[in-house]
């Protein structure tokens, strides 16, 4: 008994021994799996040129971002940013209105701020990631105690990612190395958007499932992160030296804006509200139908997952050929997508299927990312240099009430999928007419620039 017991110890201990080599083993592999992947990001980000004038620390910068907004996304998914299924409609509505609030209230307000407060760039975005750093730490503990103040906490941190994206809108064309141009840094930084959300979601879905409150732990980390990455920004994103506002007078009016623009910018820029108008459409239509007339044989959710789903691709297609191939033809390519986003739209609402609906969100998720590069090529080509950050970031803005509008069509509409999307058509139709309207006028020469 003791010789075996002896045995049966010694082969224990080589047991211990292989699992701790084996355990060394796979972590030196993850190790150098994961030093290889952020060696590879870098040398992306840094490539032509981009480490020298600034644009490789935004674009990691954005990566963290976007991690931490994924993050954050899958921490509420099941409570403030879930759609209360069992609700009558009014009060699904009601529900979408206030989510969809901090668009509107952004639309009037983020834009003069950036304007005002333009020679503090960086820590306006430092701002925007450190107030959803806080409010982050708050919904970990309102999620884990039931608070009232969750969605109140919710709504801020909408409202401080969409600042945000306009704050970044505004940076980053002060950052541009001379081999890259607007529409090319603009894809590299929506290829690191999909890599963070890629490793945000996936982080913050491991941890949700020991609570919601510890991804939300994570989010706030991750945001932390983003704000010290802001703030160590180059300090050329804070100069104004040059710089004026792009309509006669300062006059913030949209009209009076509009009109001042280059021809090719606002006609590419109405095209562009049919991409948003689709988007927020798309978002919000298909909720409520797939909950109310899902699908012959197959789920509501299931058909909404492959919608959103090929929106996605279209979306990193999008992205990718923006940074391959630039945008050589930028009215033409927005032109051409608008057609086909009518096409497919006029199709879905006569030939209602799941495959219809499918192309529907890819054509809608390339038609986002592709015609907003189209227009990003356009500013950086027509626009001087002097304007082009605040024009930069004002379409920006204005482009996301577009998608509230259109997601306020989607719910205020009957659920039936033929006039549902027969009127996404309407609305397409209408941004192709204000488009060719806005190319019969006249051009209108931009202010010369005021003395520094």
Do not use: C
């Not at 002896?6 to 030093?35: N, P």
């Not at 969100?361 to 986002?368: I, T």
């Amino acid at each position: 008994m003791t010789s075996a017991a002896a045995r049966a110890g010694a082969a224990g201990r080589a047991a211990g021994r292989l699992a701790a080599t084996g355990g060394r083993g796979t972590a030196r592999v993850l190790g150098r799996g994961t030093q290889a992947g952020v060696r590879r990001f870098q040398q992306f980000a840094a490539a032509d040129g981009a480490d020298r004038s600034g644009l490789a620390r935004l674009t990691e910068m954005h990566l963290v971002d976007i991690a931490a907004d994924a993050a954050l996304t899958v921490s509420l998914a099941g409570t403030v940013f879930a759609l209360p299924a069992d609700e009558a409609r009014g009060k699904v509505a009601i529900f979408l209105a206030l989510t969809m609030a901090p668009f509107v209230l952004l639309a009037p307000l983020i834009g003069p701020l950036v304007d005002r407060f333009s020679h503090g760039r960086r820590w306006a975005i430092g701002t925007t990631l450190a107030l959803r750093a806080f409010l982050s730490w708050v919904l970990a503990g309102a999620v884990a105690d039931d608070s009232p103040w969750l969605f109140p906490a919710a709504l801020g941190a909408l409202m401080a990612t969409k600042a945000y994206a306009v704050t970044r809108a505004a940076a980053l064309p002060r950052l541009l190395p001379d081999g890259i141009p607007l529409v090319k840094a603009n894809a590299r930084l929506n290829i690191a958007a999909l890599v963070g959300m890629l490793l945000g979601g996936g982080l913050a879905g491991g941890l949700a499932k020991i609570g919601p409150q510890w991804s939300l732990r994570a989010a706030f980390l991750i945001y932390v992160a983003g704000t010290v990455l802001a703030i160590r920004l180059p300090a050329n994103v804070d100069s104004t030296i040059g710089e004026v506002d792009f309509s006669r007078g300062g006059d913030a009016k949209t009209a009076r804006r509009l009109r001042a623009l280059p021809v090719s910018v606002r006609y590419v820029l109405w095209l562009m509200t049919g991409a948003r108008m689709l988007t927020g459409f798309l978002t919000l239509f298909m909720a409520f139908l797939m909950r109310e007339h899902p699908l012959p044989g197959m789920s509501g959710s299931l058909v909404i997952g492959l919608v959103g789903g090929a929106a996605a691709v279209g979306n990193a297609l999008g992205s990718v050929i923006g940074n391959r191939w630039g945008n050589t033809a930028p009215e033409a390519m927005a032109t051409t997508l608008l057609a086909i986003g009518l096409g497919v739209s006029t199709v879905t609402a006569i030939f209602y299927s799941i495959w219809t609906l499918v192309a529907l969100g890819l054509v809608a998720g390339l038609f986002g990312q592709l015609g907003k590069l189209s227009l990003d090529s356009l500013v950086q080509r027509d626009v001087p240099e002097a304007m082009r950050a605040r024009v930069f970031s004002w379409t920006e803005t204005l482009l996301q009430t577009f998608w509230v509008l259109g997601g306020g069509v989607g719910i205020l509409i009957p659920l039936n999928p033929r006039l549902g999307f027969s009127v996404l058509a309407g609305l397409l139709v209408l941004a192709a007419l204000a488009a060719l309207r806005s190319r019969a006028t006249a051009r209108l020469r931009p202010p010369a620039p005021e003395p520094a």
